[in-house]
């Protein structure tokens, strides 16, 4: 039987949290029936943040409440502090993720805090979840280069993530925020946070500002990680980090693992159209080269 890889689909959040015009609740959750349609299981749909922070996540609670919930659907959404986690617990999420970051000045800008004291607020964050019986997932954003500090260190990254994992993460995921990221690099990265945490504890989360992130993945996979966050139709970038583009297209890496021989549960057919969905939704085109050759393969 072919190894599965698990991809969490982030466009309902990564991806829509930063689109200039808002999208509705109902377009959010029509999103997520056809991506659910299309065998995907792991969708972070929701942000408890701060409205004035990010206003394209403030209908969480609502998207929350019209989701699908099917056998074997997982879904997520981010808490940065107690206030939201008591908000994703009321909404009925079994699963949230605190977001840090390897980089100071990312930490300030996005959250408004030190990397220290991030981790004393998710400490607080965890505990509860894991006493409430939700699962944590943990962020780490500038992995592969802040837009505020440039370089970061491949040891920093791996002892942020070795608190969030001692916090009580089941998985950290590895952000590549602004999508500097190369396969040497990532892999000078993967092999620092490897020394300390096993493979499956961790997630890549790569963003596809320099084209990159599809060539990132596939050095993950050499690496041994078998999870990858990405957005259908590369929904994305970041707020607070100016210039940065959509993850990953979720059918870029699909179409990647279904030809290495992976099994993601996933019909790429299916996700194409769940792409489509959001890109007229948005008015402009996917951002997935899989998703533009297969239409264009249609056409002729
Ligand atoms: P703060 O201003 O320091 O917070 O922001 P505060 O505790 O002083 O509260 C200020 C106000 O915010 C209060 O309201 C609170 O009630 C409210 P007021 O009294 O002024 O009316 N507030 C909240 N409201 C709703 N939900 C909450 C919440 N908390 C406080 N949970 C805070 C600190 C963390 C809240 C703020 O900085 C924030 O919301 N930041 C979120 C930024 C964000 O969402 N960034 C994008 C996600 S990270 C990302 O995309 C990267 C990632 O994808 C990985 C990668 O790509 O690499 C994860
Ligand atoms: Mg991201």
């Known amino acids: 039987m072919a190894e599965r890889v698990k991809i969490v689909e982030v466009g309902p959040r990564d991806g829509l949290q930063n689109e200039k ?13 056809r991506l659910v349609a299309a065998g995907v299981t792991h969708i972070e749909a929701a942000s408890f943040v701060s409205p004035k922070w990010v206003p394209q996540m403030a209908g969480s609670a609502e998207v929350m409440a019209a989701v699908p919930r099917l056998p074997g659907v997982h879904y997520s959404a ?7 986690l ?3 617990l009321a909404a009925g999420c079994e699963e949230v993720a605190v977001f840090g970051a390897a980089s100071e000045a990312f930490s300030q800008k996005n959250i408004n ?75 000078r990265l993967l092999e620092a946070c490897l020394r300390e945490l096993p493979a499956g504890t961790l997630a890549g989360h790569f963003h596809d500002t320099y084209g990159m992130a599809v060539a990132n993945v596939a050095a993950s996979l050499d690496m041994g990680l078998r999870t990858f966050d990405s957005s259908v139709a590369g929904l994305g970038g970041c707020p607070y980090a100016a210039g940065a583009s959509g993850n990953v297209a979720t059918e870029d890496v699909v179409y990647l693992l279904q030809n290495m021989g992976y099994e993601t549960g996933i019909e790429l057919d299916a996700l194409v159209e769940a792409g489509l969905f959001i890109s007229q939704a948005l008015g402009r085109a996917p951002q997935s080269r899989v998703s533009q050759a297969l239409r264009a393969a249609c056409a002729v």
């Open 86 to 88: 008591e908000a994703a």
């Open 21 to 33: 015009q808002p999208v509705d609740v109902a377009t959010k959750v029509a999103l997520i029936e």
């Open 78 to 84: 981010l808490t940065p502090n107690l206030q939201g």
């Open 113 to 187: 805090c030190s990397i220290a004291e991030s981790l004393e607020r998710f400490r607080s964050v965890a505990e509860a979840a894991l006493a409430a019986g939700v699962k944590l997932r943990g962020y780490v954003s500038c992995v592969l280069g802040c837009p505020y500090e440039g370089a970061v260190a491949p040891a920093q990254v791996a002892r942020v993530a070795v608190q969030l994992r001692e916090i009580g993460c089941h998985e950290i995921s590895l952000g590549d925020t602004i999508g500097r990221g190369t396969p040497d690099a990532t892999r």
